[in-house]
């Protein structure tokens, strides 16, 4: 027996396979050269942050007292930070919110963590719609609950509201709906979510206490053509929680910075709200990063240069069909869900890794037969890349 | 009953009696301005960070490719930063250590939350030593642990080793030391270290299993005085986790920028770390923010201007006493610990209030009949404080 948690030892011992991946890619172009290796594991933005990021980060640096530049804030974010994000959300979204409805994060997964961990009760049960990001199985279970998986119509990664309503139950707690969404690049239709939000609230009729949507949105911005809509959740369900993250948007990912935002039309606003500061409390957050809380102002709105993203993602998509893969084409986020050339999806990646592909089995998004690319990366890389791509269809022929 | 966590709903409605107190010295500035409110509350540096923080972060934005300055490090942090903290600890205590030893985190409480949770188990009790941050009981609720409080002595509040030896038992799983110490400013001495250390190696044997001691050094370089020597606790006791944090001695306390050490000498040294690395995913941290991660290198070692801390310890210390408080001569941190001039600490502190000195009963340190000055603050303030000091003393004659 070992002297420490067993389950946190399990965790830590055996990473996940994107980082797993990402480790080895990192190995490899030690052994082979940079340009030999194509890394497509990571969702790592690779187009720099826009100019705010540098000139606001230069100007608090420069011009700011750094005892309170770098002081404390309050646990929840700087007061003034948090009405910047209010008064965007309300302008861009129309949601009628304020600076109390915010609670800013260590990013996305301290934020879905943290929001997780406030509304556990016992035996409660969280839905995750398949695929998913592998790292909500973690959450669910150190917050104490069970995770229950529906899968995605696999035609278009729309959510399956059949076996959705199926699914939801008297233990139902909450729903995670990540859009767009990693991995698959769907996102959820307006008619999808209402749909969702009609369902889920028959189901609090029926169980009496609210269903929470955790809103998992790091993606918000990052769709690419005229006319895809990602509905804003909290104006179709009052009973939502929006779990952000400026990581993807920003190109920041490294600097965990984030909200949550608990909709003011939550039927136990209060209760949720203080219930997401103690979370963040026990887990030992004490604040967001402060010199990235006072970015925030300037630069909400803003994004990186996503148009590269774009370019990529048609390369990919027109040249891998050509290949003979089957693709669909994502209309969001930065990744592409392949389908794999045989039904062992962890055979299908290790034999792109002969050819320095890498890309991620999706056995672990709860979706198996595909590979998720993160095309969240140069598009000369990907241009060098397309021969291995080639070869590896051609080994299936 | 509410749709939440109870207990995280609890810990978020009840704010700690020290944050408490620091929002009502904000609306009480308001009220009757700056110059009129004497805010001891928080142990926020009052001191700028030194010159290398501005510096290297300046030099960071503007000449480091911002995809690799902002990108996700390892989930343990950047290599390369590790290696620098190991190589300094390596020269400055002559502990041999590597980069595979040291978890970067977002400061002490992530540190500490982290660390109970990585070394958790069914029945485990974690020892904590008396008076202490009021968070360790959360911290170690939230991992799963029974909390057991060991009082030190009342002359010097170095440990009292008898009641230790008493409290050690075979559910005992850990200890923190926090030295030099919030609230009492005490530095556990190197004899206090040698036999604390012993009571624990006995323990171990006795046991079969390691006892860790969880070292929560945020204040490690804030002693004032020649010759007092804050011993380096890995060199004297093998199972050791060093909780390391840069807020105090950088002044960067919203930053949340610290490490965990796992001494290279702990029995199950991978075990634990992996713990550590599971349970940081766990709780939802991914990284410790990259652009602080990289600004570390340049500031091992260097410390804010603490001299100011000196001049202020000094002065209250001589003026307190000279009013007939009782007062000890703290060694090290920025706090001061002042004897309750009634039995409840809490209604002498409202009398302080009375006259908008802001200083924390000590009942939530676990050592009731005291207050917690934080002088991290003004030398200025102080003085002007002082009145109201003696007015206080008055009432109480």
Redesign the interface.
């Known amino acids: 027996m ?4 067993e ?7 055996n ?2 396979e994107i ?1 797993e991946l990402f ?1 080895y890619g990192k190995k490899r172009i030690a052994e082979v050269g940079k340009e030999n290796v194509f890394d497509f594991s ?1 969702g ?6 826009p100019a705010c ?2 000139e606001t ?2 100007k608090l ?2 011009q700011t ?3 309170l ?7 929840q974010g700087d007061a003034s930070v948090r009405k910047a994000c209010a008064d965007f959300i309300r302008s861009k979204h129309g949601a009628e919110c304020g600076e109390n409805d915010f609670y800013l994060t ?2 996305a ?6 929001s997780l ?5 016992a035996g409660d049960e969280v839905i995750v719609l398949a695929p998913f990001f592998p ?1 909500y199985r ?2 669910i ?2 917050a104490g609950m069970k995770c229950v998986e529906v899968k995605c119509r696999e035609e278009d990664f729309q959510i399956d509201l059949d076996a959705f309503e199926k699914a939801v139950g008297p233990h139902t ?1 909450a729903v995670i709906v990540n859009s767009p969404n990693n991995p698959s690049g769907a996102v959820f239709s307006r008619e999808t979510i209402e749909k969702l939000a009609s369902i889920l609230s028959s189901a609090e009729k029926k169980n009496g ?2 269903v929470y949507i955790l809103a998992d949105e790091p993606y918000r911005e990052l769709v690419y053509d005229e006319g895809i809509e990602v509905p804003f959740i909290p104006n179709f369900y009052n009973d939502t929680i929006v779990c952000y993250s400026f990581s993807k948007s920003l ?6 910075i984030g909200y949550i935002f608990v909709s003011p039309k939550a ?2 606003h209060s ?23 006072r970015m925030i102002p300037a630069c909400l709105g803003k994004t990186s240069d996503i148009s590269v993203y774009k370019v990529n993602r048609d390369l990919l998509c027109r040249e891998l069909s050509a290949y003979g893969f089957q693709v669909g084409r994502p209309d969001g986020a930065f990744y592409l869900f392949l389908k794999a050339m045989e039904p062992d999806a962890r055979a299908f990646c290790e034999r792109a890794k002969a050819h320095d592909l890498l890309i991620v089995p999706s056995d672990s998004f709860g979706f198996p037969g595909y590979a998720r690319i993160a095309y969240c990366v140069s598009t000369d890389m990907i241009r060098r890349s397309l021969p291995a791509f080639k070869a590896l269809a051609e080994e299936y022929r």
Do not use: W
Not at 70 to 75: I, L, V
Not at 109 to 114: G, R, V, W
Not at 271 to 293: I, N
């Open positions: 070992i002297p420490v948690s389950r946190m030892y399990a965790l830590g011992s990473r996940s980082r480790e990571l790592n933005p690779s187009v720099p942050a990021v540098k980060l230069k640096v420069e007292d750094p005892v530049l770098h002081g404390y804030t309050s646990a260590c990013g997964a301290a934020s879905l963590s943290i961990s406030a509304i556990a009760g790292e973690v959450f279970a150190q707690k206490r609210p190109s920041l990912p490294g600097e965990r039927a136990f209760e949720v709200y203080f219930a997401v500061c103690g979370a963040g409390r026990a887990l030992g957050y004490v604040c967001a990063p402060a010199l990235f809380q």
